[in-house]
């Protein structure tokens, strides 16, 4: 008889109900792996089949049911690959039924392309982990980078912090396309809670992150996998990227490049961050075991955790500009500025402390304590006044900085005996910022001073 399933014509041998016919003889290792590839694809087909399809399937075999065999020519067989992806592929559908285009298909093996059921059993070997918060605008490019990767073994975290905007009704349509992706909306807890939150959640041995203004080159998370296989004494890798500004142009910077190998990152890590925290991938276990994201060091947490991880493990880059950066007005980046520096100058001296075998004394801590307040939590004299001055010169340049407490430290710093060329064009540095009381005030801070 001619069995047909899906696209494919296949024979079968069945008794007959009533007078005996010639029955094949079935033997040897050909007829055996030919029974075997048709109880395959039965079992494959069952794997997307609704209910209809199984009552279309149960009656195509009845119909078939005949007293004599019939041969029936093949049709061309397809190349061979995974039952659950050649499935998904001849249907065109994703995992939860609805249509995807082409270029999202993905990957053989990709728990994308399996049933959801089948997919959550499965252990992805990366989860992506993402926070949100009011990210409309860049959103859906940062989703689609992470979906087109050609490593498509992963589990993808969305964590929405109780955005207002229609982040969450974003990432959902995401979701709804590819069972990869997993949804948390709750109200908003800030960044270090949700990136706890993201650690605490992954499944996968793997850690990367990815933020909600970023795109992703599509060999990204292939590379940063390779790379850790192939190093295991490494515990986080990330990679040099490519600057851009809100409209996807090209954005100049002067910065330099991040280092390359662990000896260099060792070599510039007490004088800035050695990692793009949205490039980075590293071993989930590594970076629970120091403690995750620590609350205190908000708008510099990944920094901090760099600093923890270097005592632990080895840090590099892959020296390819796998993830577009971007730049833009209303990123954290630039409205913190002032907050980001003087919590790095106090996760180097956090670092220090336990280069030296101490205990880290910001370890339990809730938030940072005042610069006056630095000599008696470090118990080492001095250590106020040397931060006051680091931070306050690097605060001259972010008009953020200026218009809020950078300024008072600013002030601080002259009284304590800061002068030089430099703030004398922070005075005209102020003007063009717009705020000419400020230039005033620090003009005649300057000149008490001479």
Known sequence: MSVYVGDRVVREAVKPSSRPVKRPIWGGAESVNTLFAILFQICGKALIMNGDSWRSSAQAIRLGRSRRFSVVKQRPKRRPSSMPWRVSQCLNLTASGSPMHNSEIPAPGSTAAMPLNAAAAVTPAVSVAMSVYNGE??????????????????????????????????????????????????????????????????????????????????????????????????????????????????FVTHAPEHPVT??????????????????????????????????????????????????????????????????????????????????????????????????DPTEHMQQLPAVDALDQVFETPGLSRQIRDKVARGAIYSRDAMRGAGFALLIDHVRDGGNGPELWRTVLRLVLFGMPLRAVRLAIALLLRI
């Not at 992470?146 to 905007?165: H, K, M, P, W, Y």
């Not at 990692?275 to 590594?286: E, G, N």
Request: charged fraction near 25%; proline fraction near 3%; hydrophobic fraction near 40%.
């Open 137 to 250: 605008r860049f959103l859906d490019a940062a989703i689609a980078s992470v979906r087109r990767q050609t490593f498509a073994d992963f589990e993808f975290l969305i964590l929405d912090d109780g955005s207002n905007d229609r982040s969450v009704e974003i990432a959902r349509h995401h979701a709804a396309q590819d069972s990869r992706i997993r949804v948390i909306a709750r109200e908003n807890r800030g960044l270090i809670a949700s990136l706890n939150e993201l650690l605490a959640a992954a499944r996968a041995p793997l850690f990367a992150r990815m933020d909600a203004d970023d795109v992703c080159r599509q060999d990204r998370f292939a590379r940063q996998v390779a790379f850790l296989e192939a190093n295991p004494d490494h515990g986080v890798i990330g990679t040099w990227t490519e600057d851009i500004d809100e409209y996807d142009r090209p």
């Open 262 to 359: 662990f000896e260099d990152v060792l070599a510039v890590i007490e004088q800035r961050s050695p990692l793009s925290h949205p490039t980075i991938m590293a071993r989930r276990d590594i970076v629970r075991a120091v403690g995750g994201y620590h609350v205190a060091y908000r708008h510099c947490e990944d920094y901090d955790l760099w600093l923890r991880l270097a005592s632990v493990t080895k840090l590099a880059n892959i020296p390819e500009r796998l993830l577009s950066y971007r730049h833009y007005a209303g990123q954290i980046s630039n409205r913190h500025a002032f907050a980001q520096q003087y919590g790095a100058a106090v996760a180097q001296l956090a670092y220090r402390e336990r280069q030296l075998g101490r205990p």
